[in-house]
């Protein structure tokens, strides 16, 4: 029997610690999963600190996460989870639980039979660069005066992204403002130049652009005649996200999030969006747990998206990409060239079109970021030229 121990940051700020072995296609891990306690609803953090340990143990086993609901042997019922099997949960056994100061933890294991399906591109990571939200409608942001509140998601997505530790690696590039109206109507007349800066200035693959178009209030939860009481209200939050290719700067996904939680702060106060005060309050966790969903969505959606980059430099036979070790490449790796164009269609729109070549190279020496590789003849390559597209040749393929 082979064990293992893997060390994993994801969840409601968690830490978890894996232990598992493998006998035939079966794994059992030992997951601990952890959640603040909010005004003393210890059901509420237990059942948050469940659905922590059993996310990260399933994620980590090869599962791919995404949001709807699921029930699993009754322990998790009607939660805002839902498993797209690369593995499947035979049984669940709690192993201790644990109450200290202000949070709870629960350890289960998890005895999980993954499917042999994998992704070849899943070995190798993509770099997502992570840009300041658009906030559409401004004047919702006056009740606690969080005007910046869209800089502070943004940079609560960058940290989730960050701790989910998978193949999908966040770069900053939040505090930079943007105009994102044009991503997200239905024209796409976006402009390329832009997610050309932006992929260009951050080395990532991918570009994450977002808008928030809701954070309106609803009436007063409590009664006017409980004078005693501090005012509530019910605050909603919805977000909008697109996913584009740095490299061709075509769109890959788009997906829309929304929830609402209890604004606790009086009307009047100015709330400040980077505090834990504003973080541990049930309307920023709800937003965070839309945070951790967009996570594990992405995740899923890049699982399978080919690693690219551009070609840099080129000198004879040799050349500089933008592609090294933090994308999981190694020397020796085989990468296929190919030219990027678009075509026009008779209604006049504008498509990405990429043309493999027969042109193949090999990495020689790695760096962090980028890499040299050379022809596999050690020729000239005929018609290669800079911001030609390099994508990693799976050995698995």
Not at 227 to 236: C, L, P
Not at 262 to 282: C, L
């Amino acid at each position: 029997m082979k064990s293992f121990l893997l060390k994993a940051f994801a969840g409601l700020s968690a830490t978890a610690l894996f232990t598992f072995s493998t006998f035939s296609n079966a794994q059992w891990y030992e997951s601990t999963g952890h959640a603040l306690i909010q005004n003393d609803d210890i059901s509420a953090a237990k059942s948050a600190a469940i659905k922590d340990a059993i996310t990260q143990a399933l994620v980590f086993s090869g599962a791919r996460v995404s949001s709807v609901q699921t029930l699993v042997d009754g322990v998790l019922m009607q939660d805002q989870l839902k498993i797209s099997s690369h593995g499947e949960i035979q049984k669940i056994e709690l192993v201790s639980e644990n109450k200290y100061d202000d949070k709870f933890a629960i350890t289960l294991r998890l005895d999980i039979f993954a499917q042999t399906e994998q992704c070849p591109q899943s070995s190798f990571n993509k770099f997502v660069a992570v840009t300041q939200s658009q906030l559409v409608h401004r004047e919702q942001a006056r009740m606690g005066q969080i005007f910046d509140v869209n800089k502070a998601i943004s940079k609560r997505i960058f940290t989730t992204l960050q701790k989910s530790k998978m193949s999908a690696l966040p770069v900053a590039y939040y505090n930079i403002p943007l105009n994102v109206d044009s991503y997200f109507s239905q024209q796409y007349d976006y402009s390329k130049v832009q997610l050309e800066e932006i992929s260009s200035r951050t080395n990532a693959q991918y570009v994450l652009l977002s808008q928030i178009t809701d954070l309106s209030t609803s009436d007063k939860l409590n009664s006017d005649y409980a004078f005693w009481q501090d005012d509530s209200y019910q605050r909603n939050y919805k977000i909008e996200f697109s996913l584009f290719n740095g490299t061709t700067y075509e769109q890959l996904w788009s997906n829309s999030y929304q929830g609402q939680g209890t604004w606790p702060f009086e009307k009047t106060a100015i709330i400040d969006v980077n505090s834990d005060r504003f973080w541990q309050s049930p309307y920023g966790q709800s937003i965070q747990d839309i945070n951790q969903t967009l996570s594990y969505d992405l995740q899923a959606v890049l699982a399978c998206f080919p690693t690219q980059g551009k070609i840099m430099h080129m000198e004879n036979s040799k050349i500089v990409i933008n592609l090294g070790k933090a994308h999981g490449l190694k020397k020796g790796q085989m990468l296929s060239i190919a030219h990027h164009n678009y075509l026009t269609d008779a209604a006049g729109n504008v498509m990405p079109h990429t043309t493999t070549t027969l042109n193949k190279i090999r990495v020689e020496q790695l760096y962090q970021q980028t890499a040299v590789a050379v022809s596999i003849d050690d020729q000239p390559l005929p018609g290669v030229q800079i911001n030609d597209v390099v994508e990693v040749i799976s050995q698995d393929l």
